[in-house]
């Protein structure tokens, strides 16, 4: 196994550790908040515990994403099958949008039903929800930026809206205990508002992944990176074109590099090579390169013409 197909498994099971404790600790929390939501009287835990339960279904399929992408290349995908890791990535964006419709529409119904107060207990369940969705999103999230997984972050960012819309309900239960008659629906609102916030989030979370599988530049860091690399070789007198696009947990960079035009094939082979194997070895995670060579005196002409 090549040095970069074992870091890329490496970080690709790194995700999925903290994935599958994800998966682990929403199914629990959906099971306590919909049980307490319901025998407690409030909406408000109920669509918490919805939120918690697609959190189980969307990481998931972040599991089964980062378990595709680091499959080795074949005949039919030269490049590998990383697309599946920001594939899920924009499936679990989208299920928090449907979530957070469910939610919302849910919410509307509940304000204009008249019920009873939520349960005092249930204020306890969402506290030890909040501690334990924003230690987890924490968690998840440095994982995500240290195997540099937009799949995991998304996934991170779950356990961040399941957080806030938990804290929504805790603000909303207590308006409704302490405002008494007349204000029992506050949690509902409190739902409501949690739901745009999910809203907003999932399109923040779409965006990064909806880019990388449509082949997006990188960020410029790891352009200039690569830049800087190719220019400290002997015989490199310039680059022309230089494309970078991110394939799962690895980047594949296309390479036009300039050379003395008086140079003969094999040395200008060489020189390409040497581009080749400066970049691999200075900039992490960069999987491959291709380099093509451009005599200095062409350049200059078509330049010109």
């Given at each position: 196994m090549s040095k970069s197909l074992s870091t890329t498994r490496k970080r690709a099971e790194q995700g999925m550790r903290s994935t599958a404790l994800g998966i682990g600790i929403n199914a629990l929390l959906a099971v306590i908040k919909v049980t307490a939501g319901f025998f407690g009287n409030s909406y408000a835990l109920i669509a918490d515990g919805i939120e918690s339960a697609s959190d189980v279904l969307s990481s998931?399929?972040?599991?089964?994403?980062?378990?595709?992408?680091?499959?080795?290349?074949?005949e039919n995908h030269p490049y590998g099958h990383g697309k599946a890791e920001p594939l899920a990535a924009v499936l679990v964006s989208m299920a928090l949008f449907g979530a957070a419709i469910i939610i919302a529409v849910q919410s509307a119904k509940e304000i204009i039903t008249p019920h009873h107060a939520p349960a005092p207990y249930t204020l306890i369940v969402l506290l030890v929800v909040v501690?334990?969705?924003?230690?987890?999103?924490?968690?998840?999230?440095?994982?995500?930026?240290?195997?540099?997984?937009?799949?995991?972050?998304?996934?991170?960012?779950?356990?961040?809206?399941?957080?806030?819309?938990?804290?929504?309900?805790?603000?909303?239960?207590v308006i409704a205990l302490i405002g008494g008659e007349g204000w029992e629906e506050a949690d509902d609102w409190a739902a409501l508002f949690a739901s745009a916030i999910i809203i907003y989030n999932a399109y923040q979370l779409f965006k990064p992944a909806i880019n990388e599988v449509m082949d997006a530049a990188p960020p410029i860091y790891l352009l200039q990176d690569v830049?800087?690399?190719?220019?400290?070789?002997?015989?490199?007198?310039?680059?022309?074109?230089?494309?970078?696009?991110?394939?799962?947990?690895?980047?594949?960079?296309?390479?036009?590099?300039?050379?003395?035009?008086?140079?003969?094939?094999?040395?200008?082979?060489?020189?390409?090579?040497?581009?080749?194997?400066?970049?691999?070895?200075?900039?992490?995670?960069?999987?491959d390169v291709l380099v093509h060579i451009e005599p200095e005196e062409e350049l200059e002409k078509g330049k010109k013409l």
């Open positions: 998931m399929v972040v599991f089964a994403g980062l378990k595709i992408a680091i499959k080795p290349r074949d501690v334990t969705k924003e230690l987890l999103y924490r968690y998840v999230f440095s994982v995500g930026e240290e195997v540099k997984s937009t799949a995991v972050k998304t996934d991170a960012w779950h356990h961040r809206s399941d957080a806030i819309t938990s804290m929504a309900a805790f603000l909303g239960i830049k800087n690399a190719a220019l400290g070789v002997d015989g490199v007198l310039g680059l022309d074109k230089c494309f970078i696009r991110k394939m799962g947990f690895d980047h594949y960079v296309d390479l036009h590099v300039i050379v003395s035009g008086d140079l003969t094939v094999r040395k200008s082979h060489n020189i390409g090579h040497k581009v080749k194997n400066m970049i691999l070895q200075s900039v992490p995670g960069i999987t």
